[in-house]
């Protein structure tokens, strides 16, 4: 029998931005309009879509051998979970998923100390309560199956919500009095999966080249050639992970380089090189950089 990888991808809105991090690095993940059991160009992979709160309670229990999930679903099930990658995307944005601590604008709650005695609706209680623990608070946290914002100030008094950019919580009026906790998705294994031989070498080759195609996330590569006399002007100008490469070209006086830029740098670098005589300039787009 060949050797099968059972892996889960985040249902919801992580889906779609995790679907195309895998496909750059190169594991092309085909989902059907009412499947949760995608298939891909990898036979060894056994793929299964289930909700981002769901994957670190099935690591944990043995049922899937690895699978992506934010920090803060795997602390707040608390299972103990070995950590392969901290992935740096979200779902709308690079910045991270923040756990928040929201009452509405015109709330007399100012501080998290504010909270003793109160009300909490989250859908993070375990995320919840250990943060007031921390501080020494007692108040009663519930769970919240979503529209968590609508519940403030009517139904409870404050609201512990995810956000990445807080327009959501701007729009409804409602003000941070704290952020808990910091997230981005990890890629997590399970612990018994972790000792297997081939599924470890597996799981760290996956680890790698999705850490692989997020830092070519906004790098062009650029190659052009150039006059070997306006090397060292160019090299002035030019920033790059590394020196760039430098090649003689077989006409004499003249080079070929090549190097990796941000891509928010090119369209001021281009005309530059133009005008120190660099000719056959080509921007190409990256799929992975292994650093």
């Avoid at 995790?18 to 690095?25: D, N």
């Avoid at 909490?120 to 914002?149: C, H, N, P």
């Amino acid at each position: 029998m060949s050797n099968t990888l059972k892996i889960a991808i985040p249902k919801g809105s992580l889906e779609g931005p995790t679907i195309e991090l895998f496909r750059k690095a190169g594991y092309e993940i085909y989902v059907s309009s009412r499947g949760l059991r995608p298939t891909s160009n990898d036979p060894e992979l056994d793929i299964y879509l289930i909700r981002a709160q769901e994957i670190g309670r099935y690591l944990a229990q043995g049922f899937i051998d690895c699978g992506i999930t934010g920090l803060d679903w795997a602390t707040e099930g608390g299972p103990d979970l070995v950590d392969f990658a901290e992935l740096q995307y979200s779902r709308a944005s690079v910045n991270p998923t923040r756990w928040v601590l929201v009452v509405p604008e015109n709330s007399p709650i100012k501080t998290p100390q504010d909270l003793e005695g109160k009300r909490i609706a989250t859908e993070g209680v375990g995320i919840t309560q250990r943060y007031l623990d921390k501080l020494g608070i007692k108040a009663e946290v519930e769970f919240s199956w979503g529209a968590t914002e609508v519940k403030v100030p009517d139904l409870v008094d404050a609201i512990v919500d995810v956000t990445e950019t807080g327009s959501s919580l701007k729009a409804n009026r409602l003000r941070i009095v704290d952020t808990l906790l910091t997230s981005f998705p990890h890629f997590y294994s399970s612990p018994a999966a972790a000792t297997d031989d081939w599924k470890r070498e597996k799981m760290e080759r996956i680890a790698l080249l999705l850490k692989s195609a997020l830092f070519a996330r906004d790098k062009v590569g650029l190659k052009m050639n150039l006059p070997a006399d306006r090397l060292d002007e160019m090299l002035a100008k030019l920033p790059s992970l590394r020196r760039p490469t430098i090649s003689p070209l077989s006409e004499e006086g003249w080079v070929a380089v090549e190097t990796v830029i941000d891509e928010i740098l090119v369209r001021d670098m281009i005309p530059d090189l133009k005008n120190l005589g660099a000719e056959g300039i080509i921007e190409y787009p990256l799929n992975k950089l292994v650093l």
